[in-house]
């Protein structure tokens, strides 16, 4: 079974703080990828990475940056959290010319 | 430009059959999804069909494409409560490169006795 495993369900952040969302997959695919959800608005691509230590902007990259150190790992860095950016986050990971890409299971970051 | 559109709500009595409809704007799309998300959770790959088929059965679940009206359906037979949840359609376009999604705001599919 594919596994993508985000650290925190719930996390609770002030503003300015710096936020680190962490993401590793166990299934040695190339590419990662951070969403945000929002009602009513479905998914938005953040930042995408489909190598090592290699990054591209998604819809919506602006006060979020990304970290691929590591194959397996995928980190989302809010530089000075923001209350507008209290929401849901997804990874995702999928197999370069694969098909299908999972999910973990969420990361729902409030920032007061 | 891409974009992907459906309804936000559907309500159906449990036993009936649910549909859940999606438009997609992008012709060159390769693969078409139905993602399901429960309270709480993560979003859980239901089913997907690549864009030279017209359908696809999987057990109570059918996936219809119409390419030419760029439609997509997500038919569920026999609906019990455990279905309710939010139901996303997503396209992966051509140029998205390295399997990109668009997904669209999700169908929140509520299952009444």
């Known amino acids: 079974d594919v596994k993508v495993t985000q650290s925190s369900r719930y996390l609770v952040k002030r503003t300015g703080e710096k936020v680190f969302l962490e993401c590793v997959q166990d299934?040695?695919?190339?590419?990662m990828f951070w969403y945000r959800q929002d009602p009513g608005l479905g998914l938005r691509l953040i930042y995408f990475s489909y190598d090592v230590k290699m990054k591209e902007k998604g819809d919506i990259p602006e006060g979020y940056s990304v970290s691929r150190e590591k194959k397996e790992r995928f980190s989302l860095i809010l530089e000075s959290a923001s209350t507008n950016q209290t929401s849901m986050y997804l990874c995702?990971?999928?197999?370069?010319?694969?098909?299908?890409?999972?999910f973990g299971q969420g990361t729902r970051l409030t920032v007061v | 430009g891409e974009d992907v559109e459906q309804s936000l709500f559907l309500s159906v009595r449990e036993g009936d059959s649910s549909v859940i409809n999606c438009t997609y704007t992008d012709s060159s799309s390769t693969y078409l999804y139905w993602y399901k998300q429960e309270p709480g959770a993560g979003l859980q790959l239901l089913t997907y069909i690549f864009s030279n088929m017209d359908m696809k059965q999987d057990q109570r679940l059918t996936v219809l494409l119409n390419k030419k009206d760029k439609h997509l359906s997500l038919r569920i037979a026999d609906t019990q409560t455990g279905d309710s949840a939010i139901y996303f359609c997503?396209?992966?376009?051509?140029?998205?490169?390295?399997?990109?999604?668009?997904f669209g705001a999700g169908t929140r599919l509520a299952v009444h006795p």
């Open positions: 997503a396209e992966r376009p051509l140029s998205g490169g390295y399997n990109k999604l668009i």
């Open positions: 995702a990971s999928s197999a370069q010319g694969g098909a299908e890409a999972f």
């Open positions: 299934m040695d695919h190339e590419n």
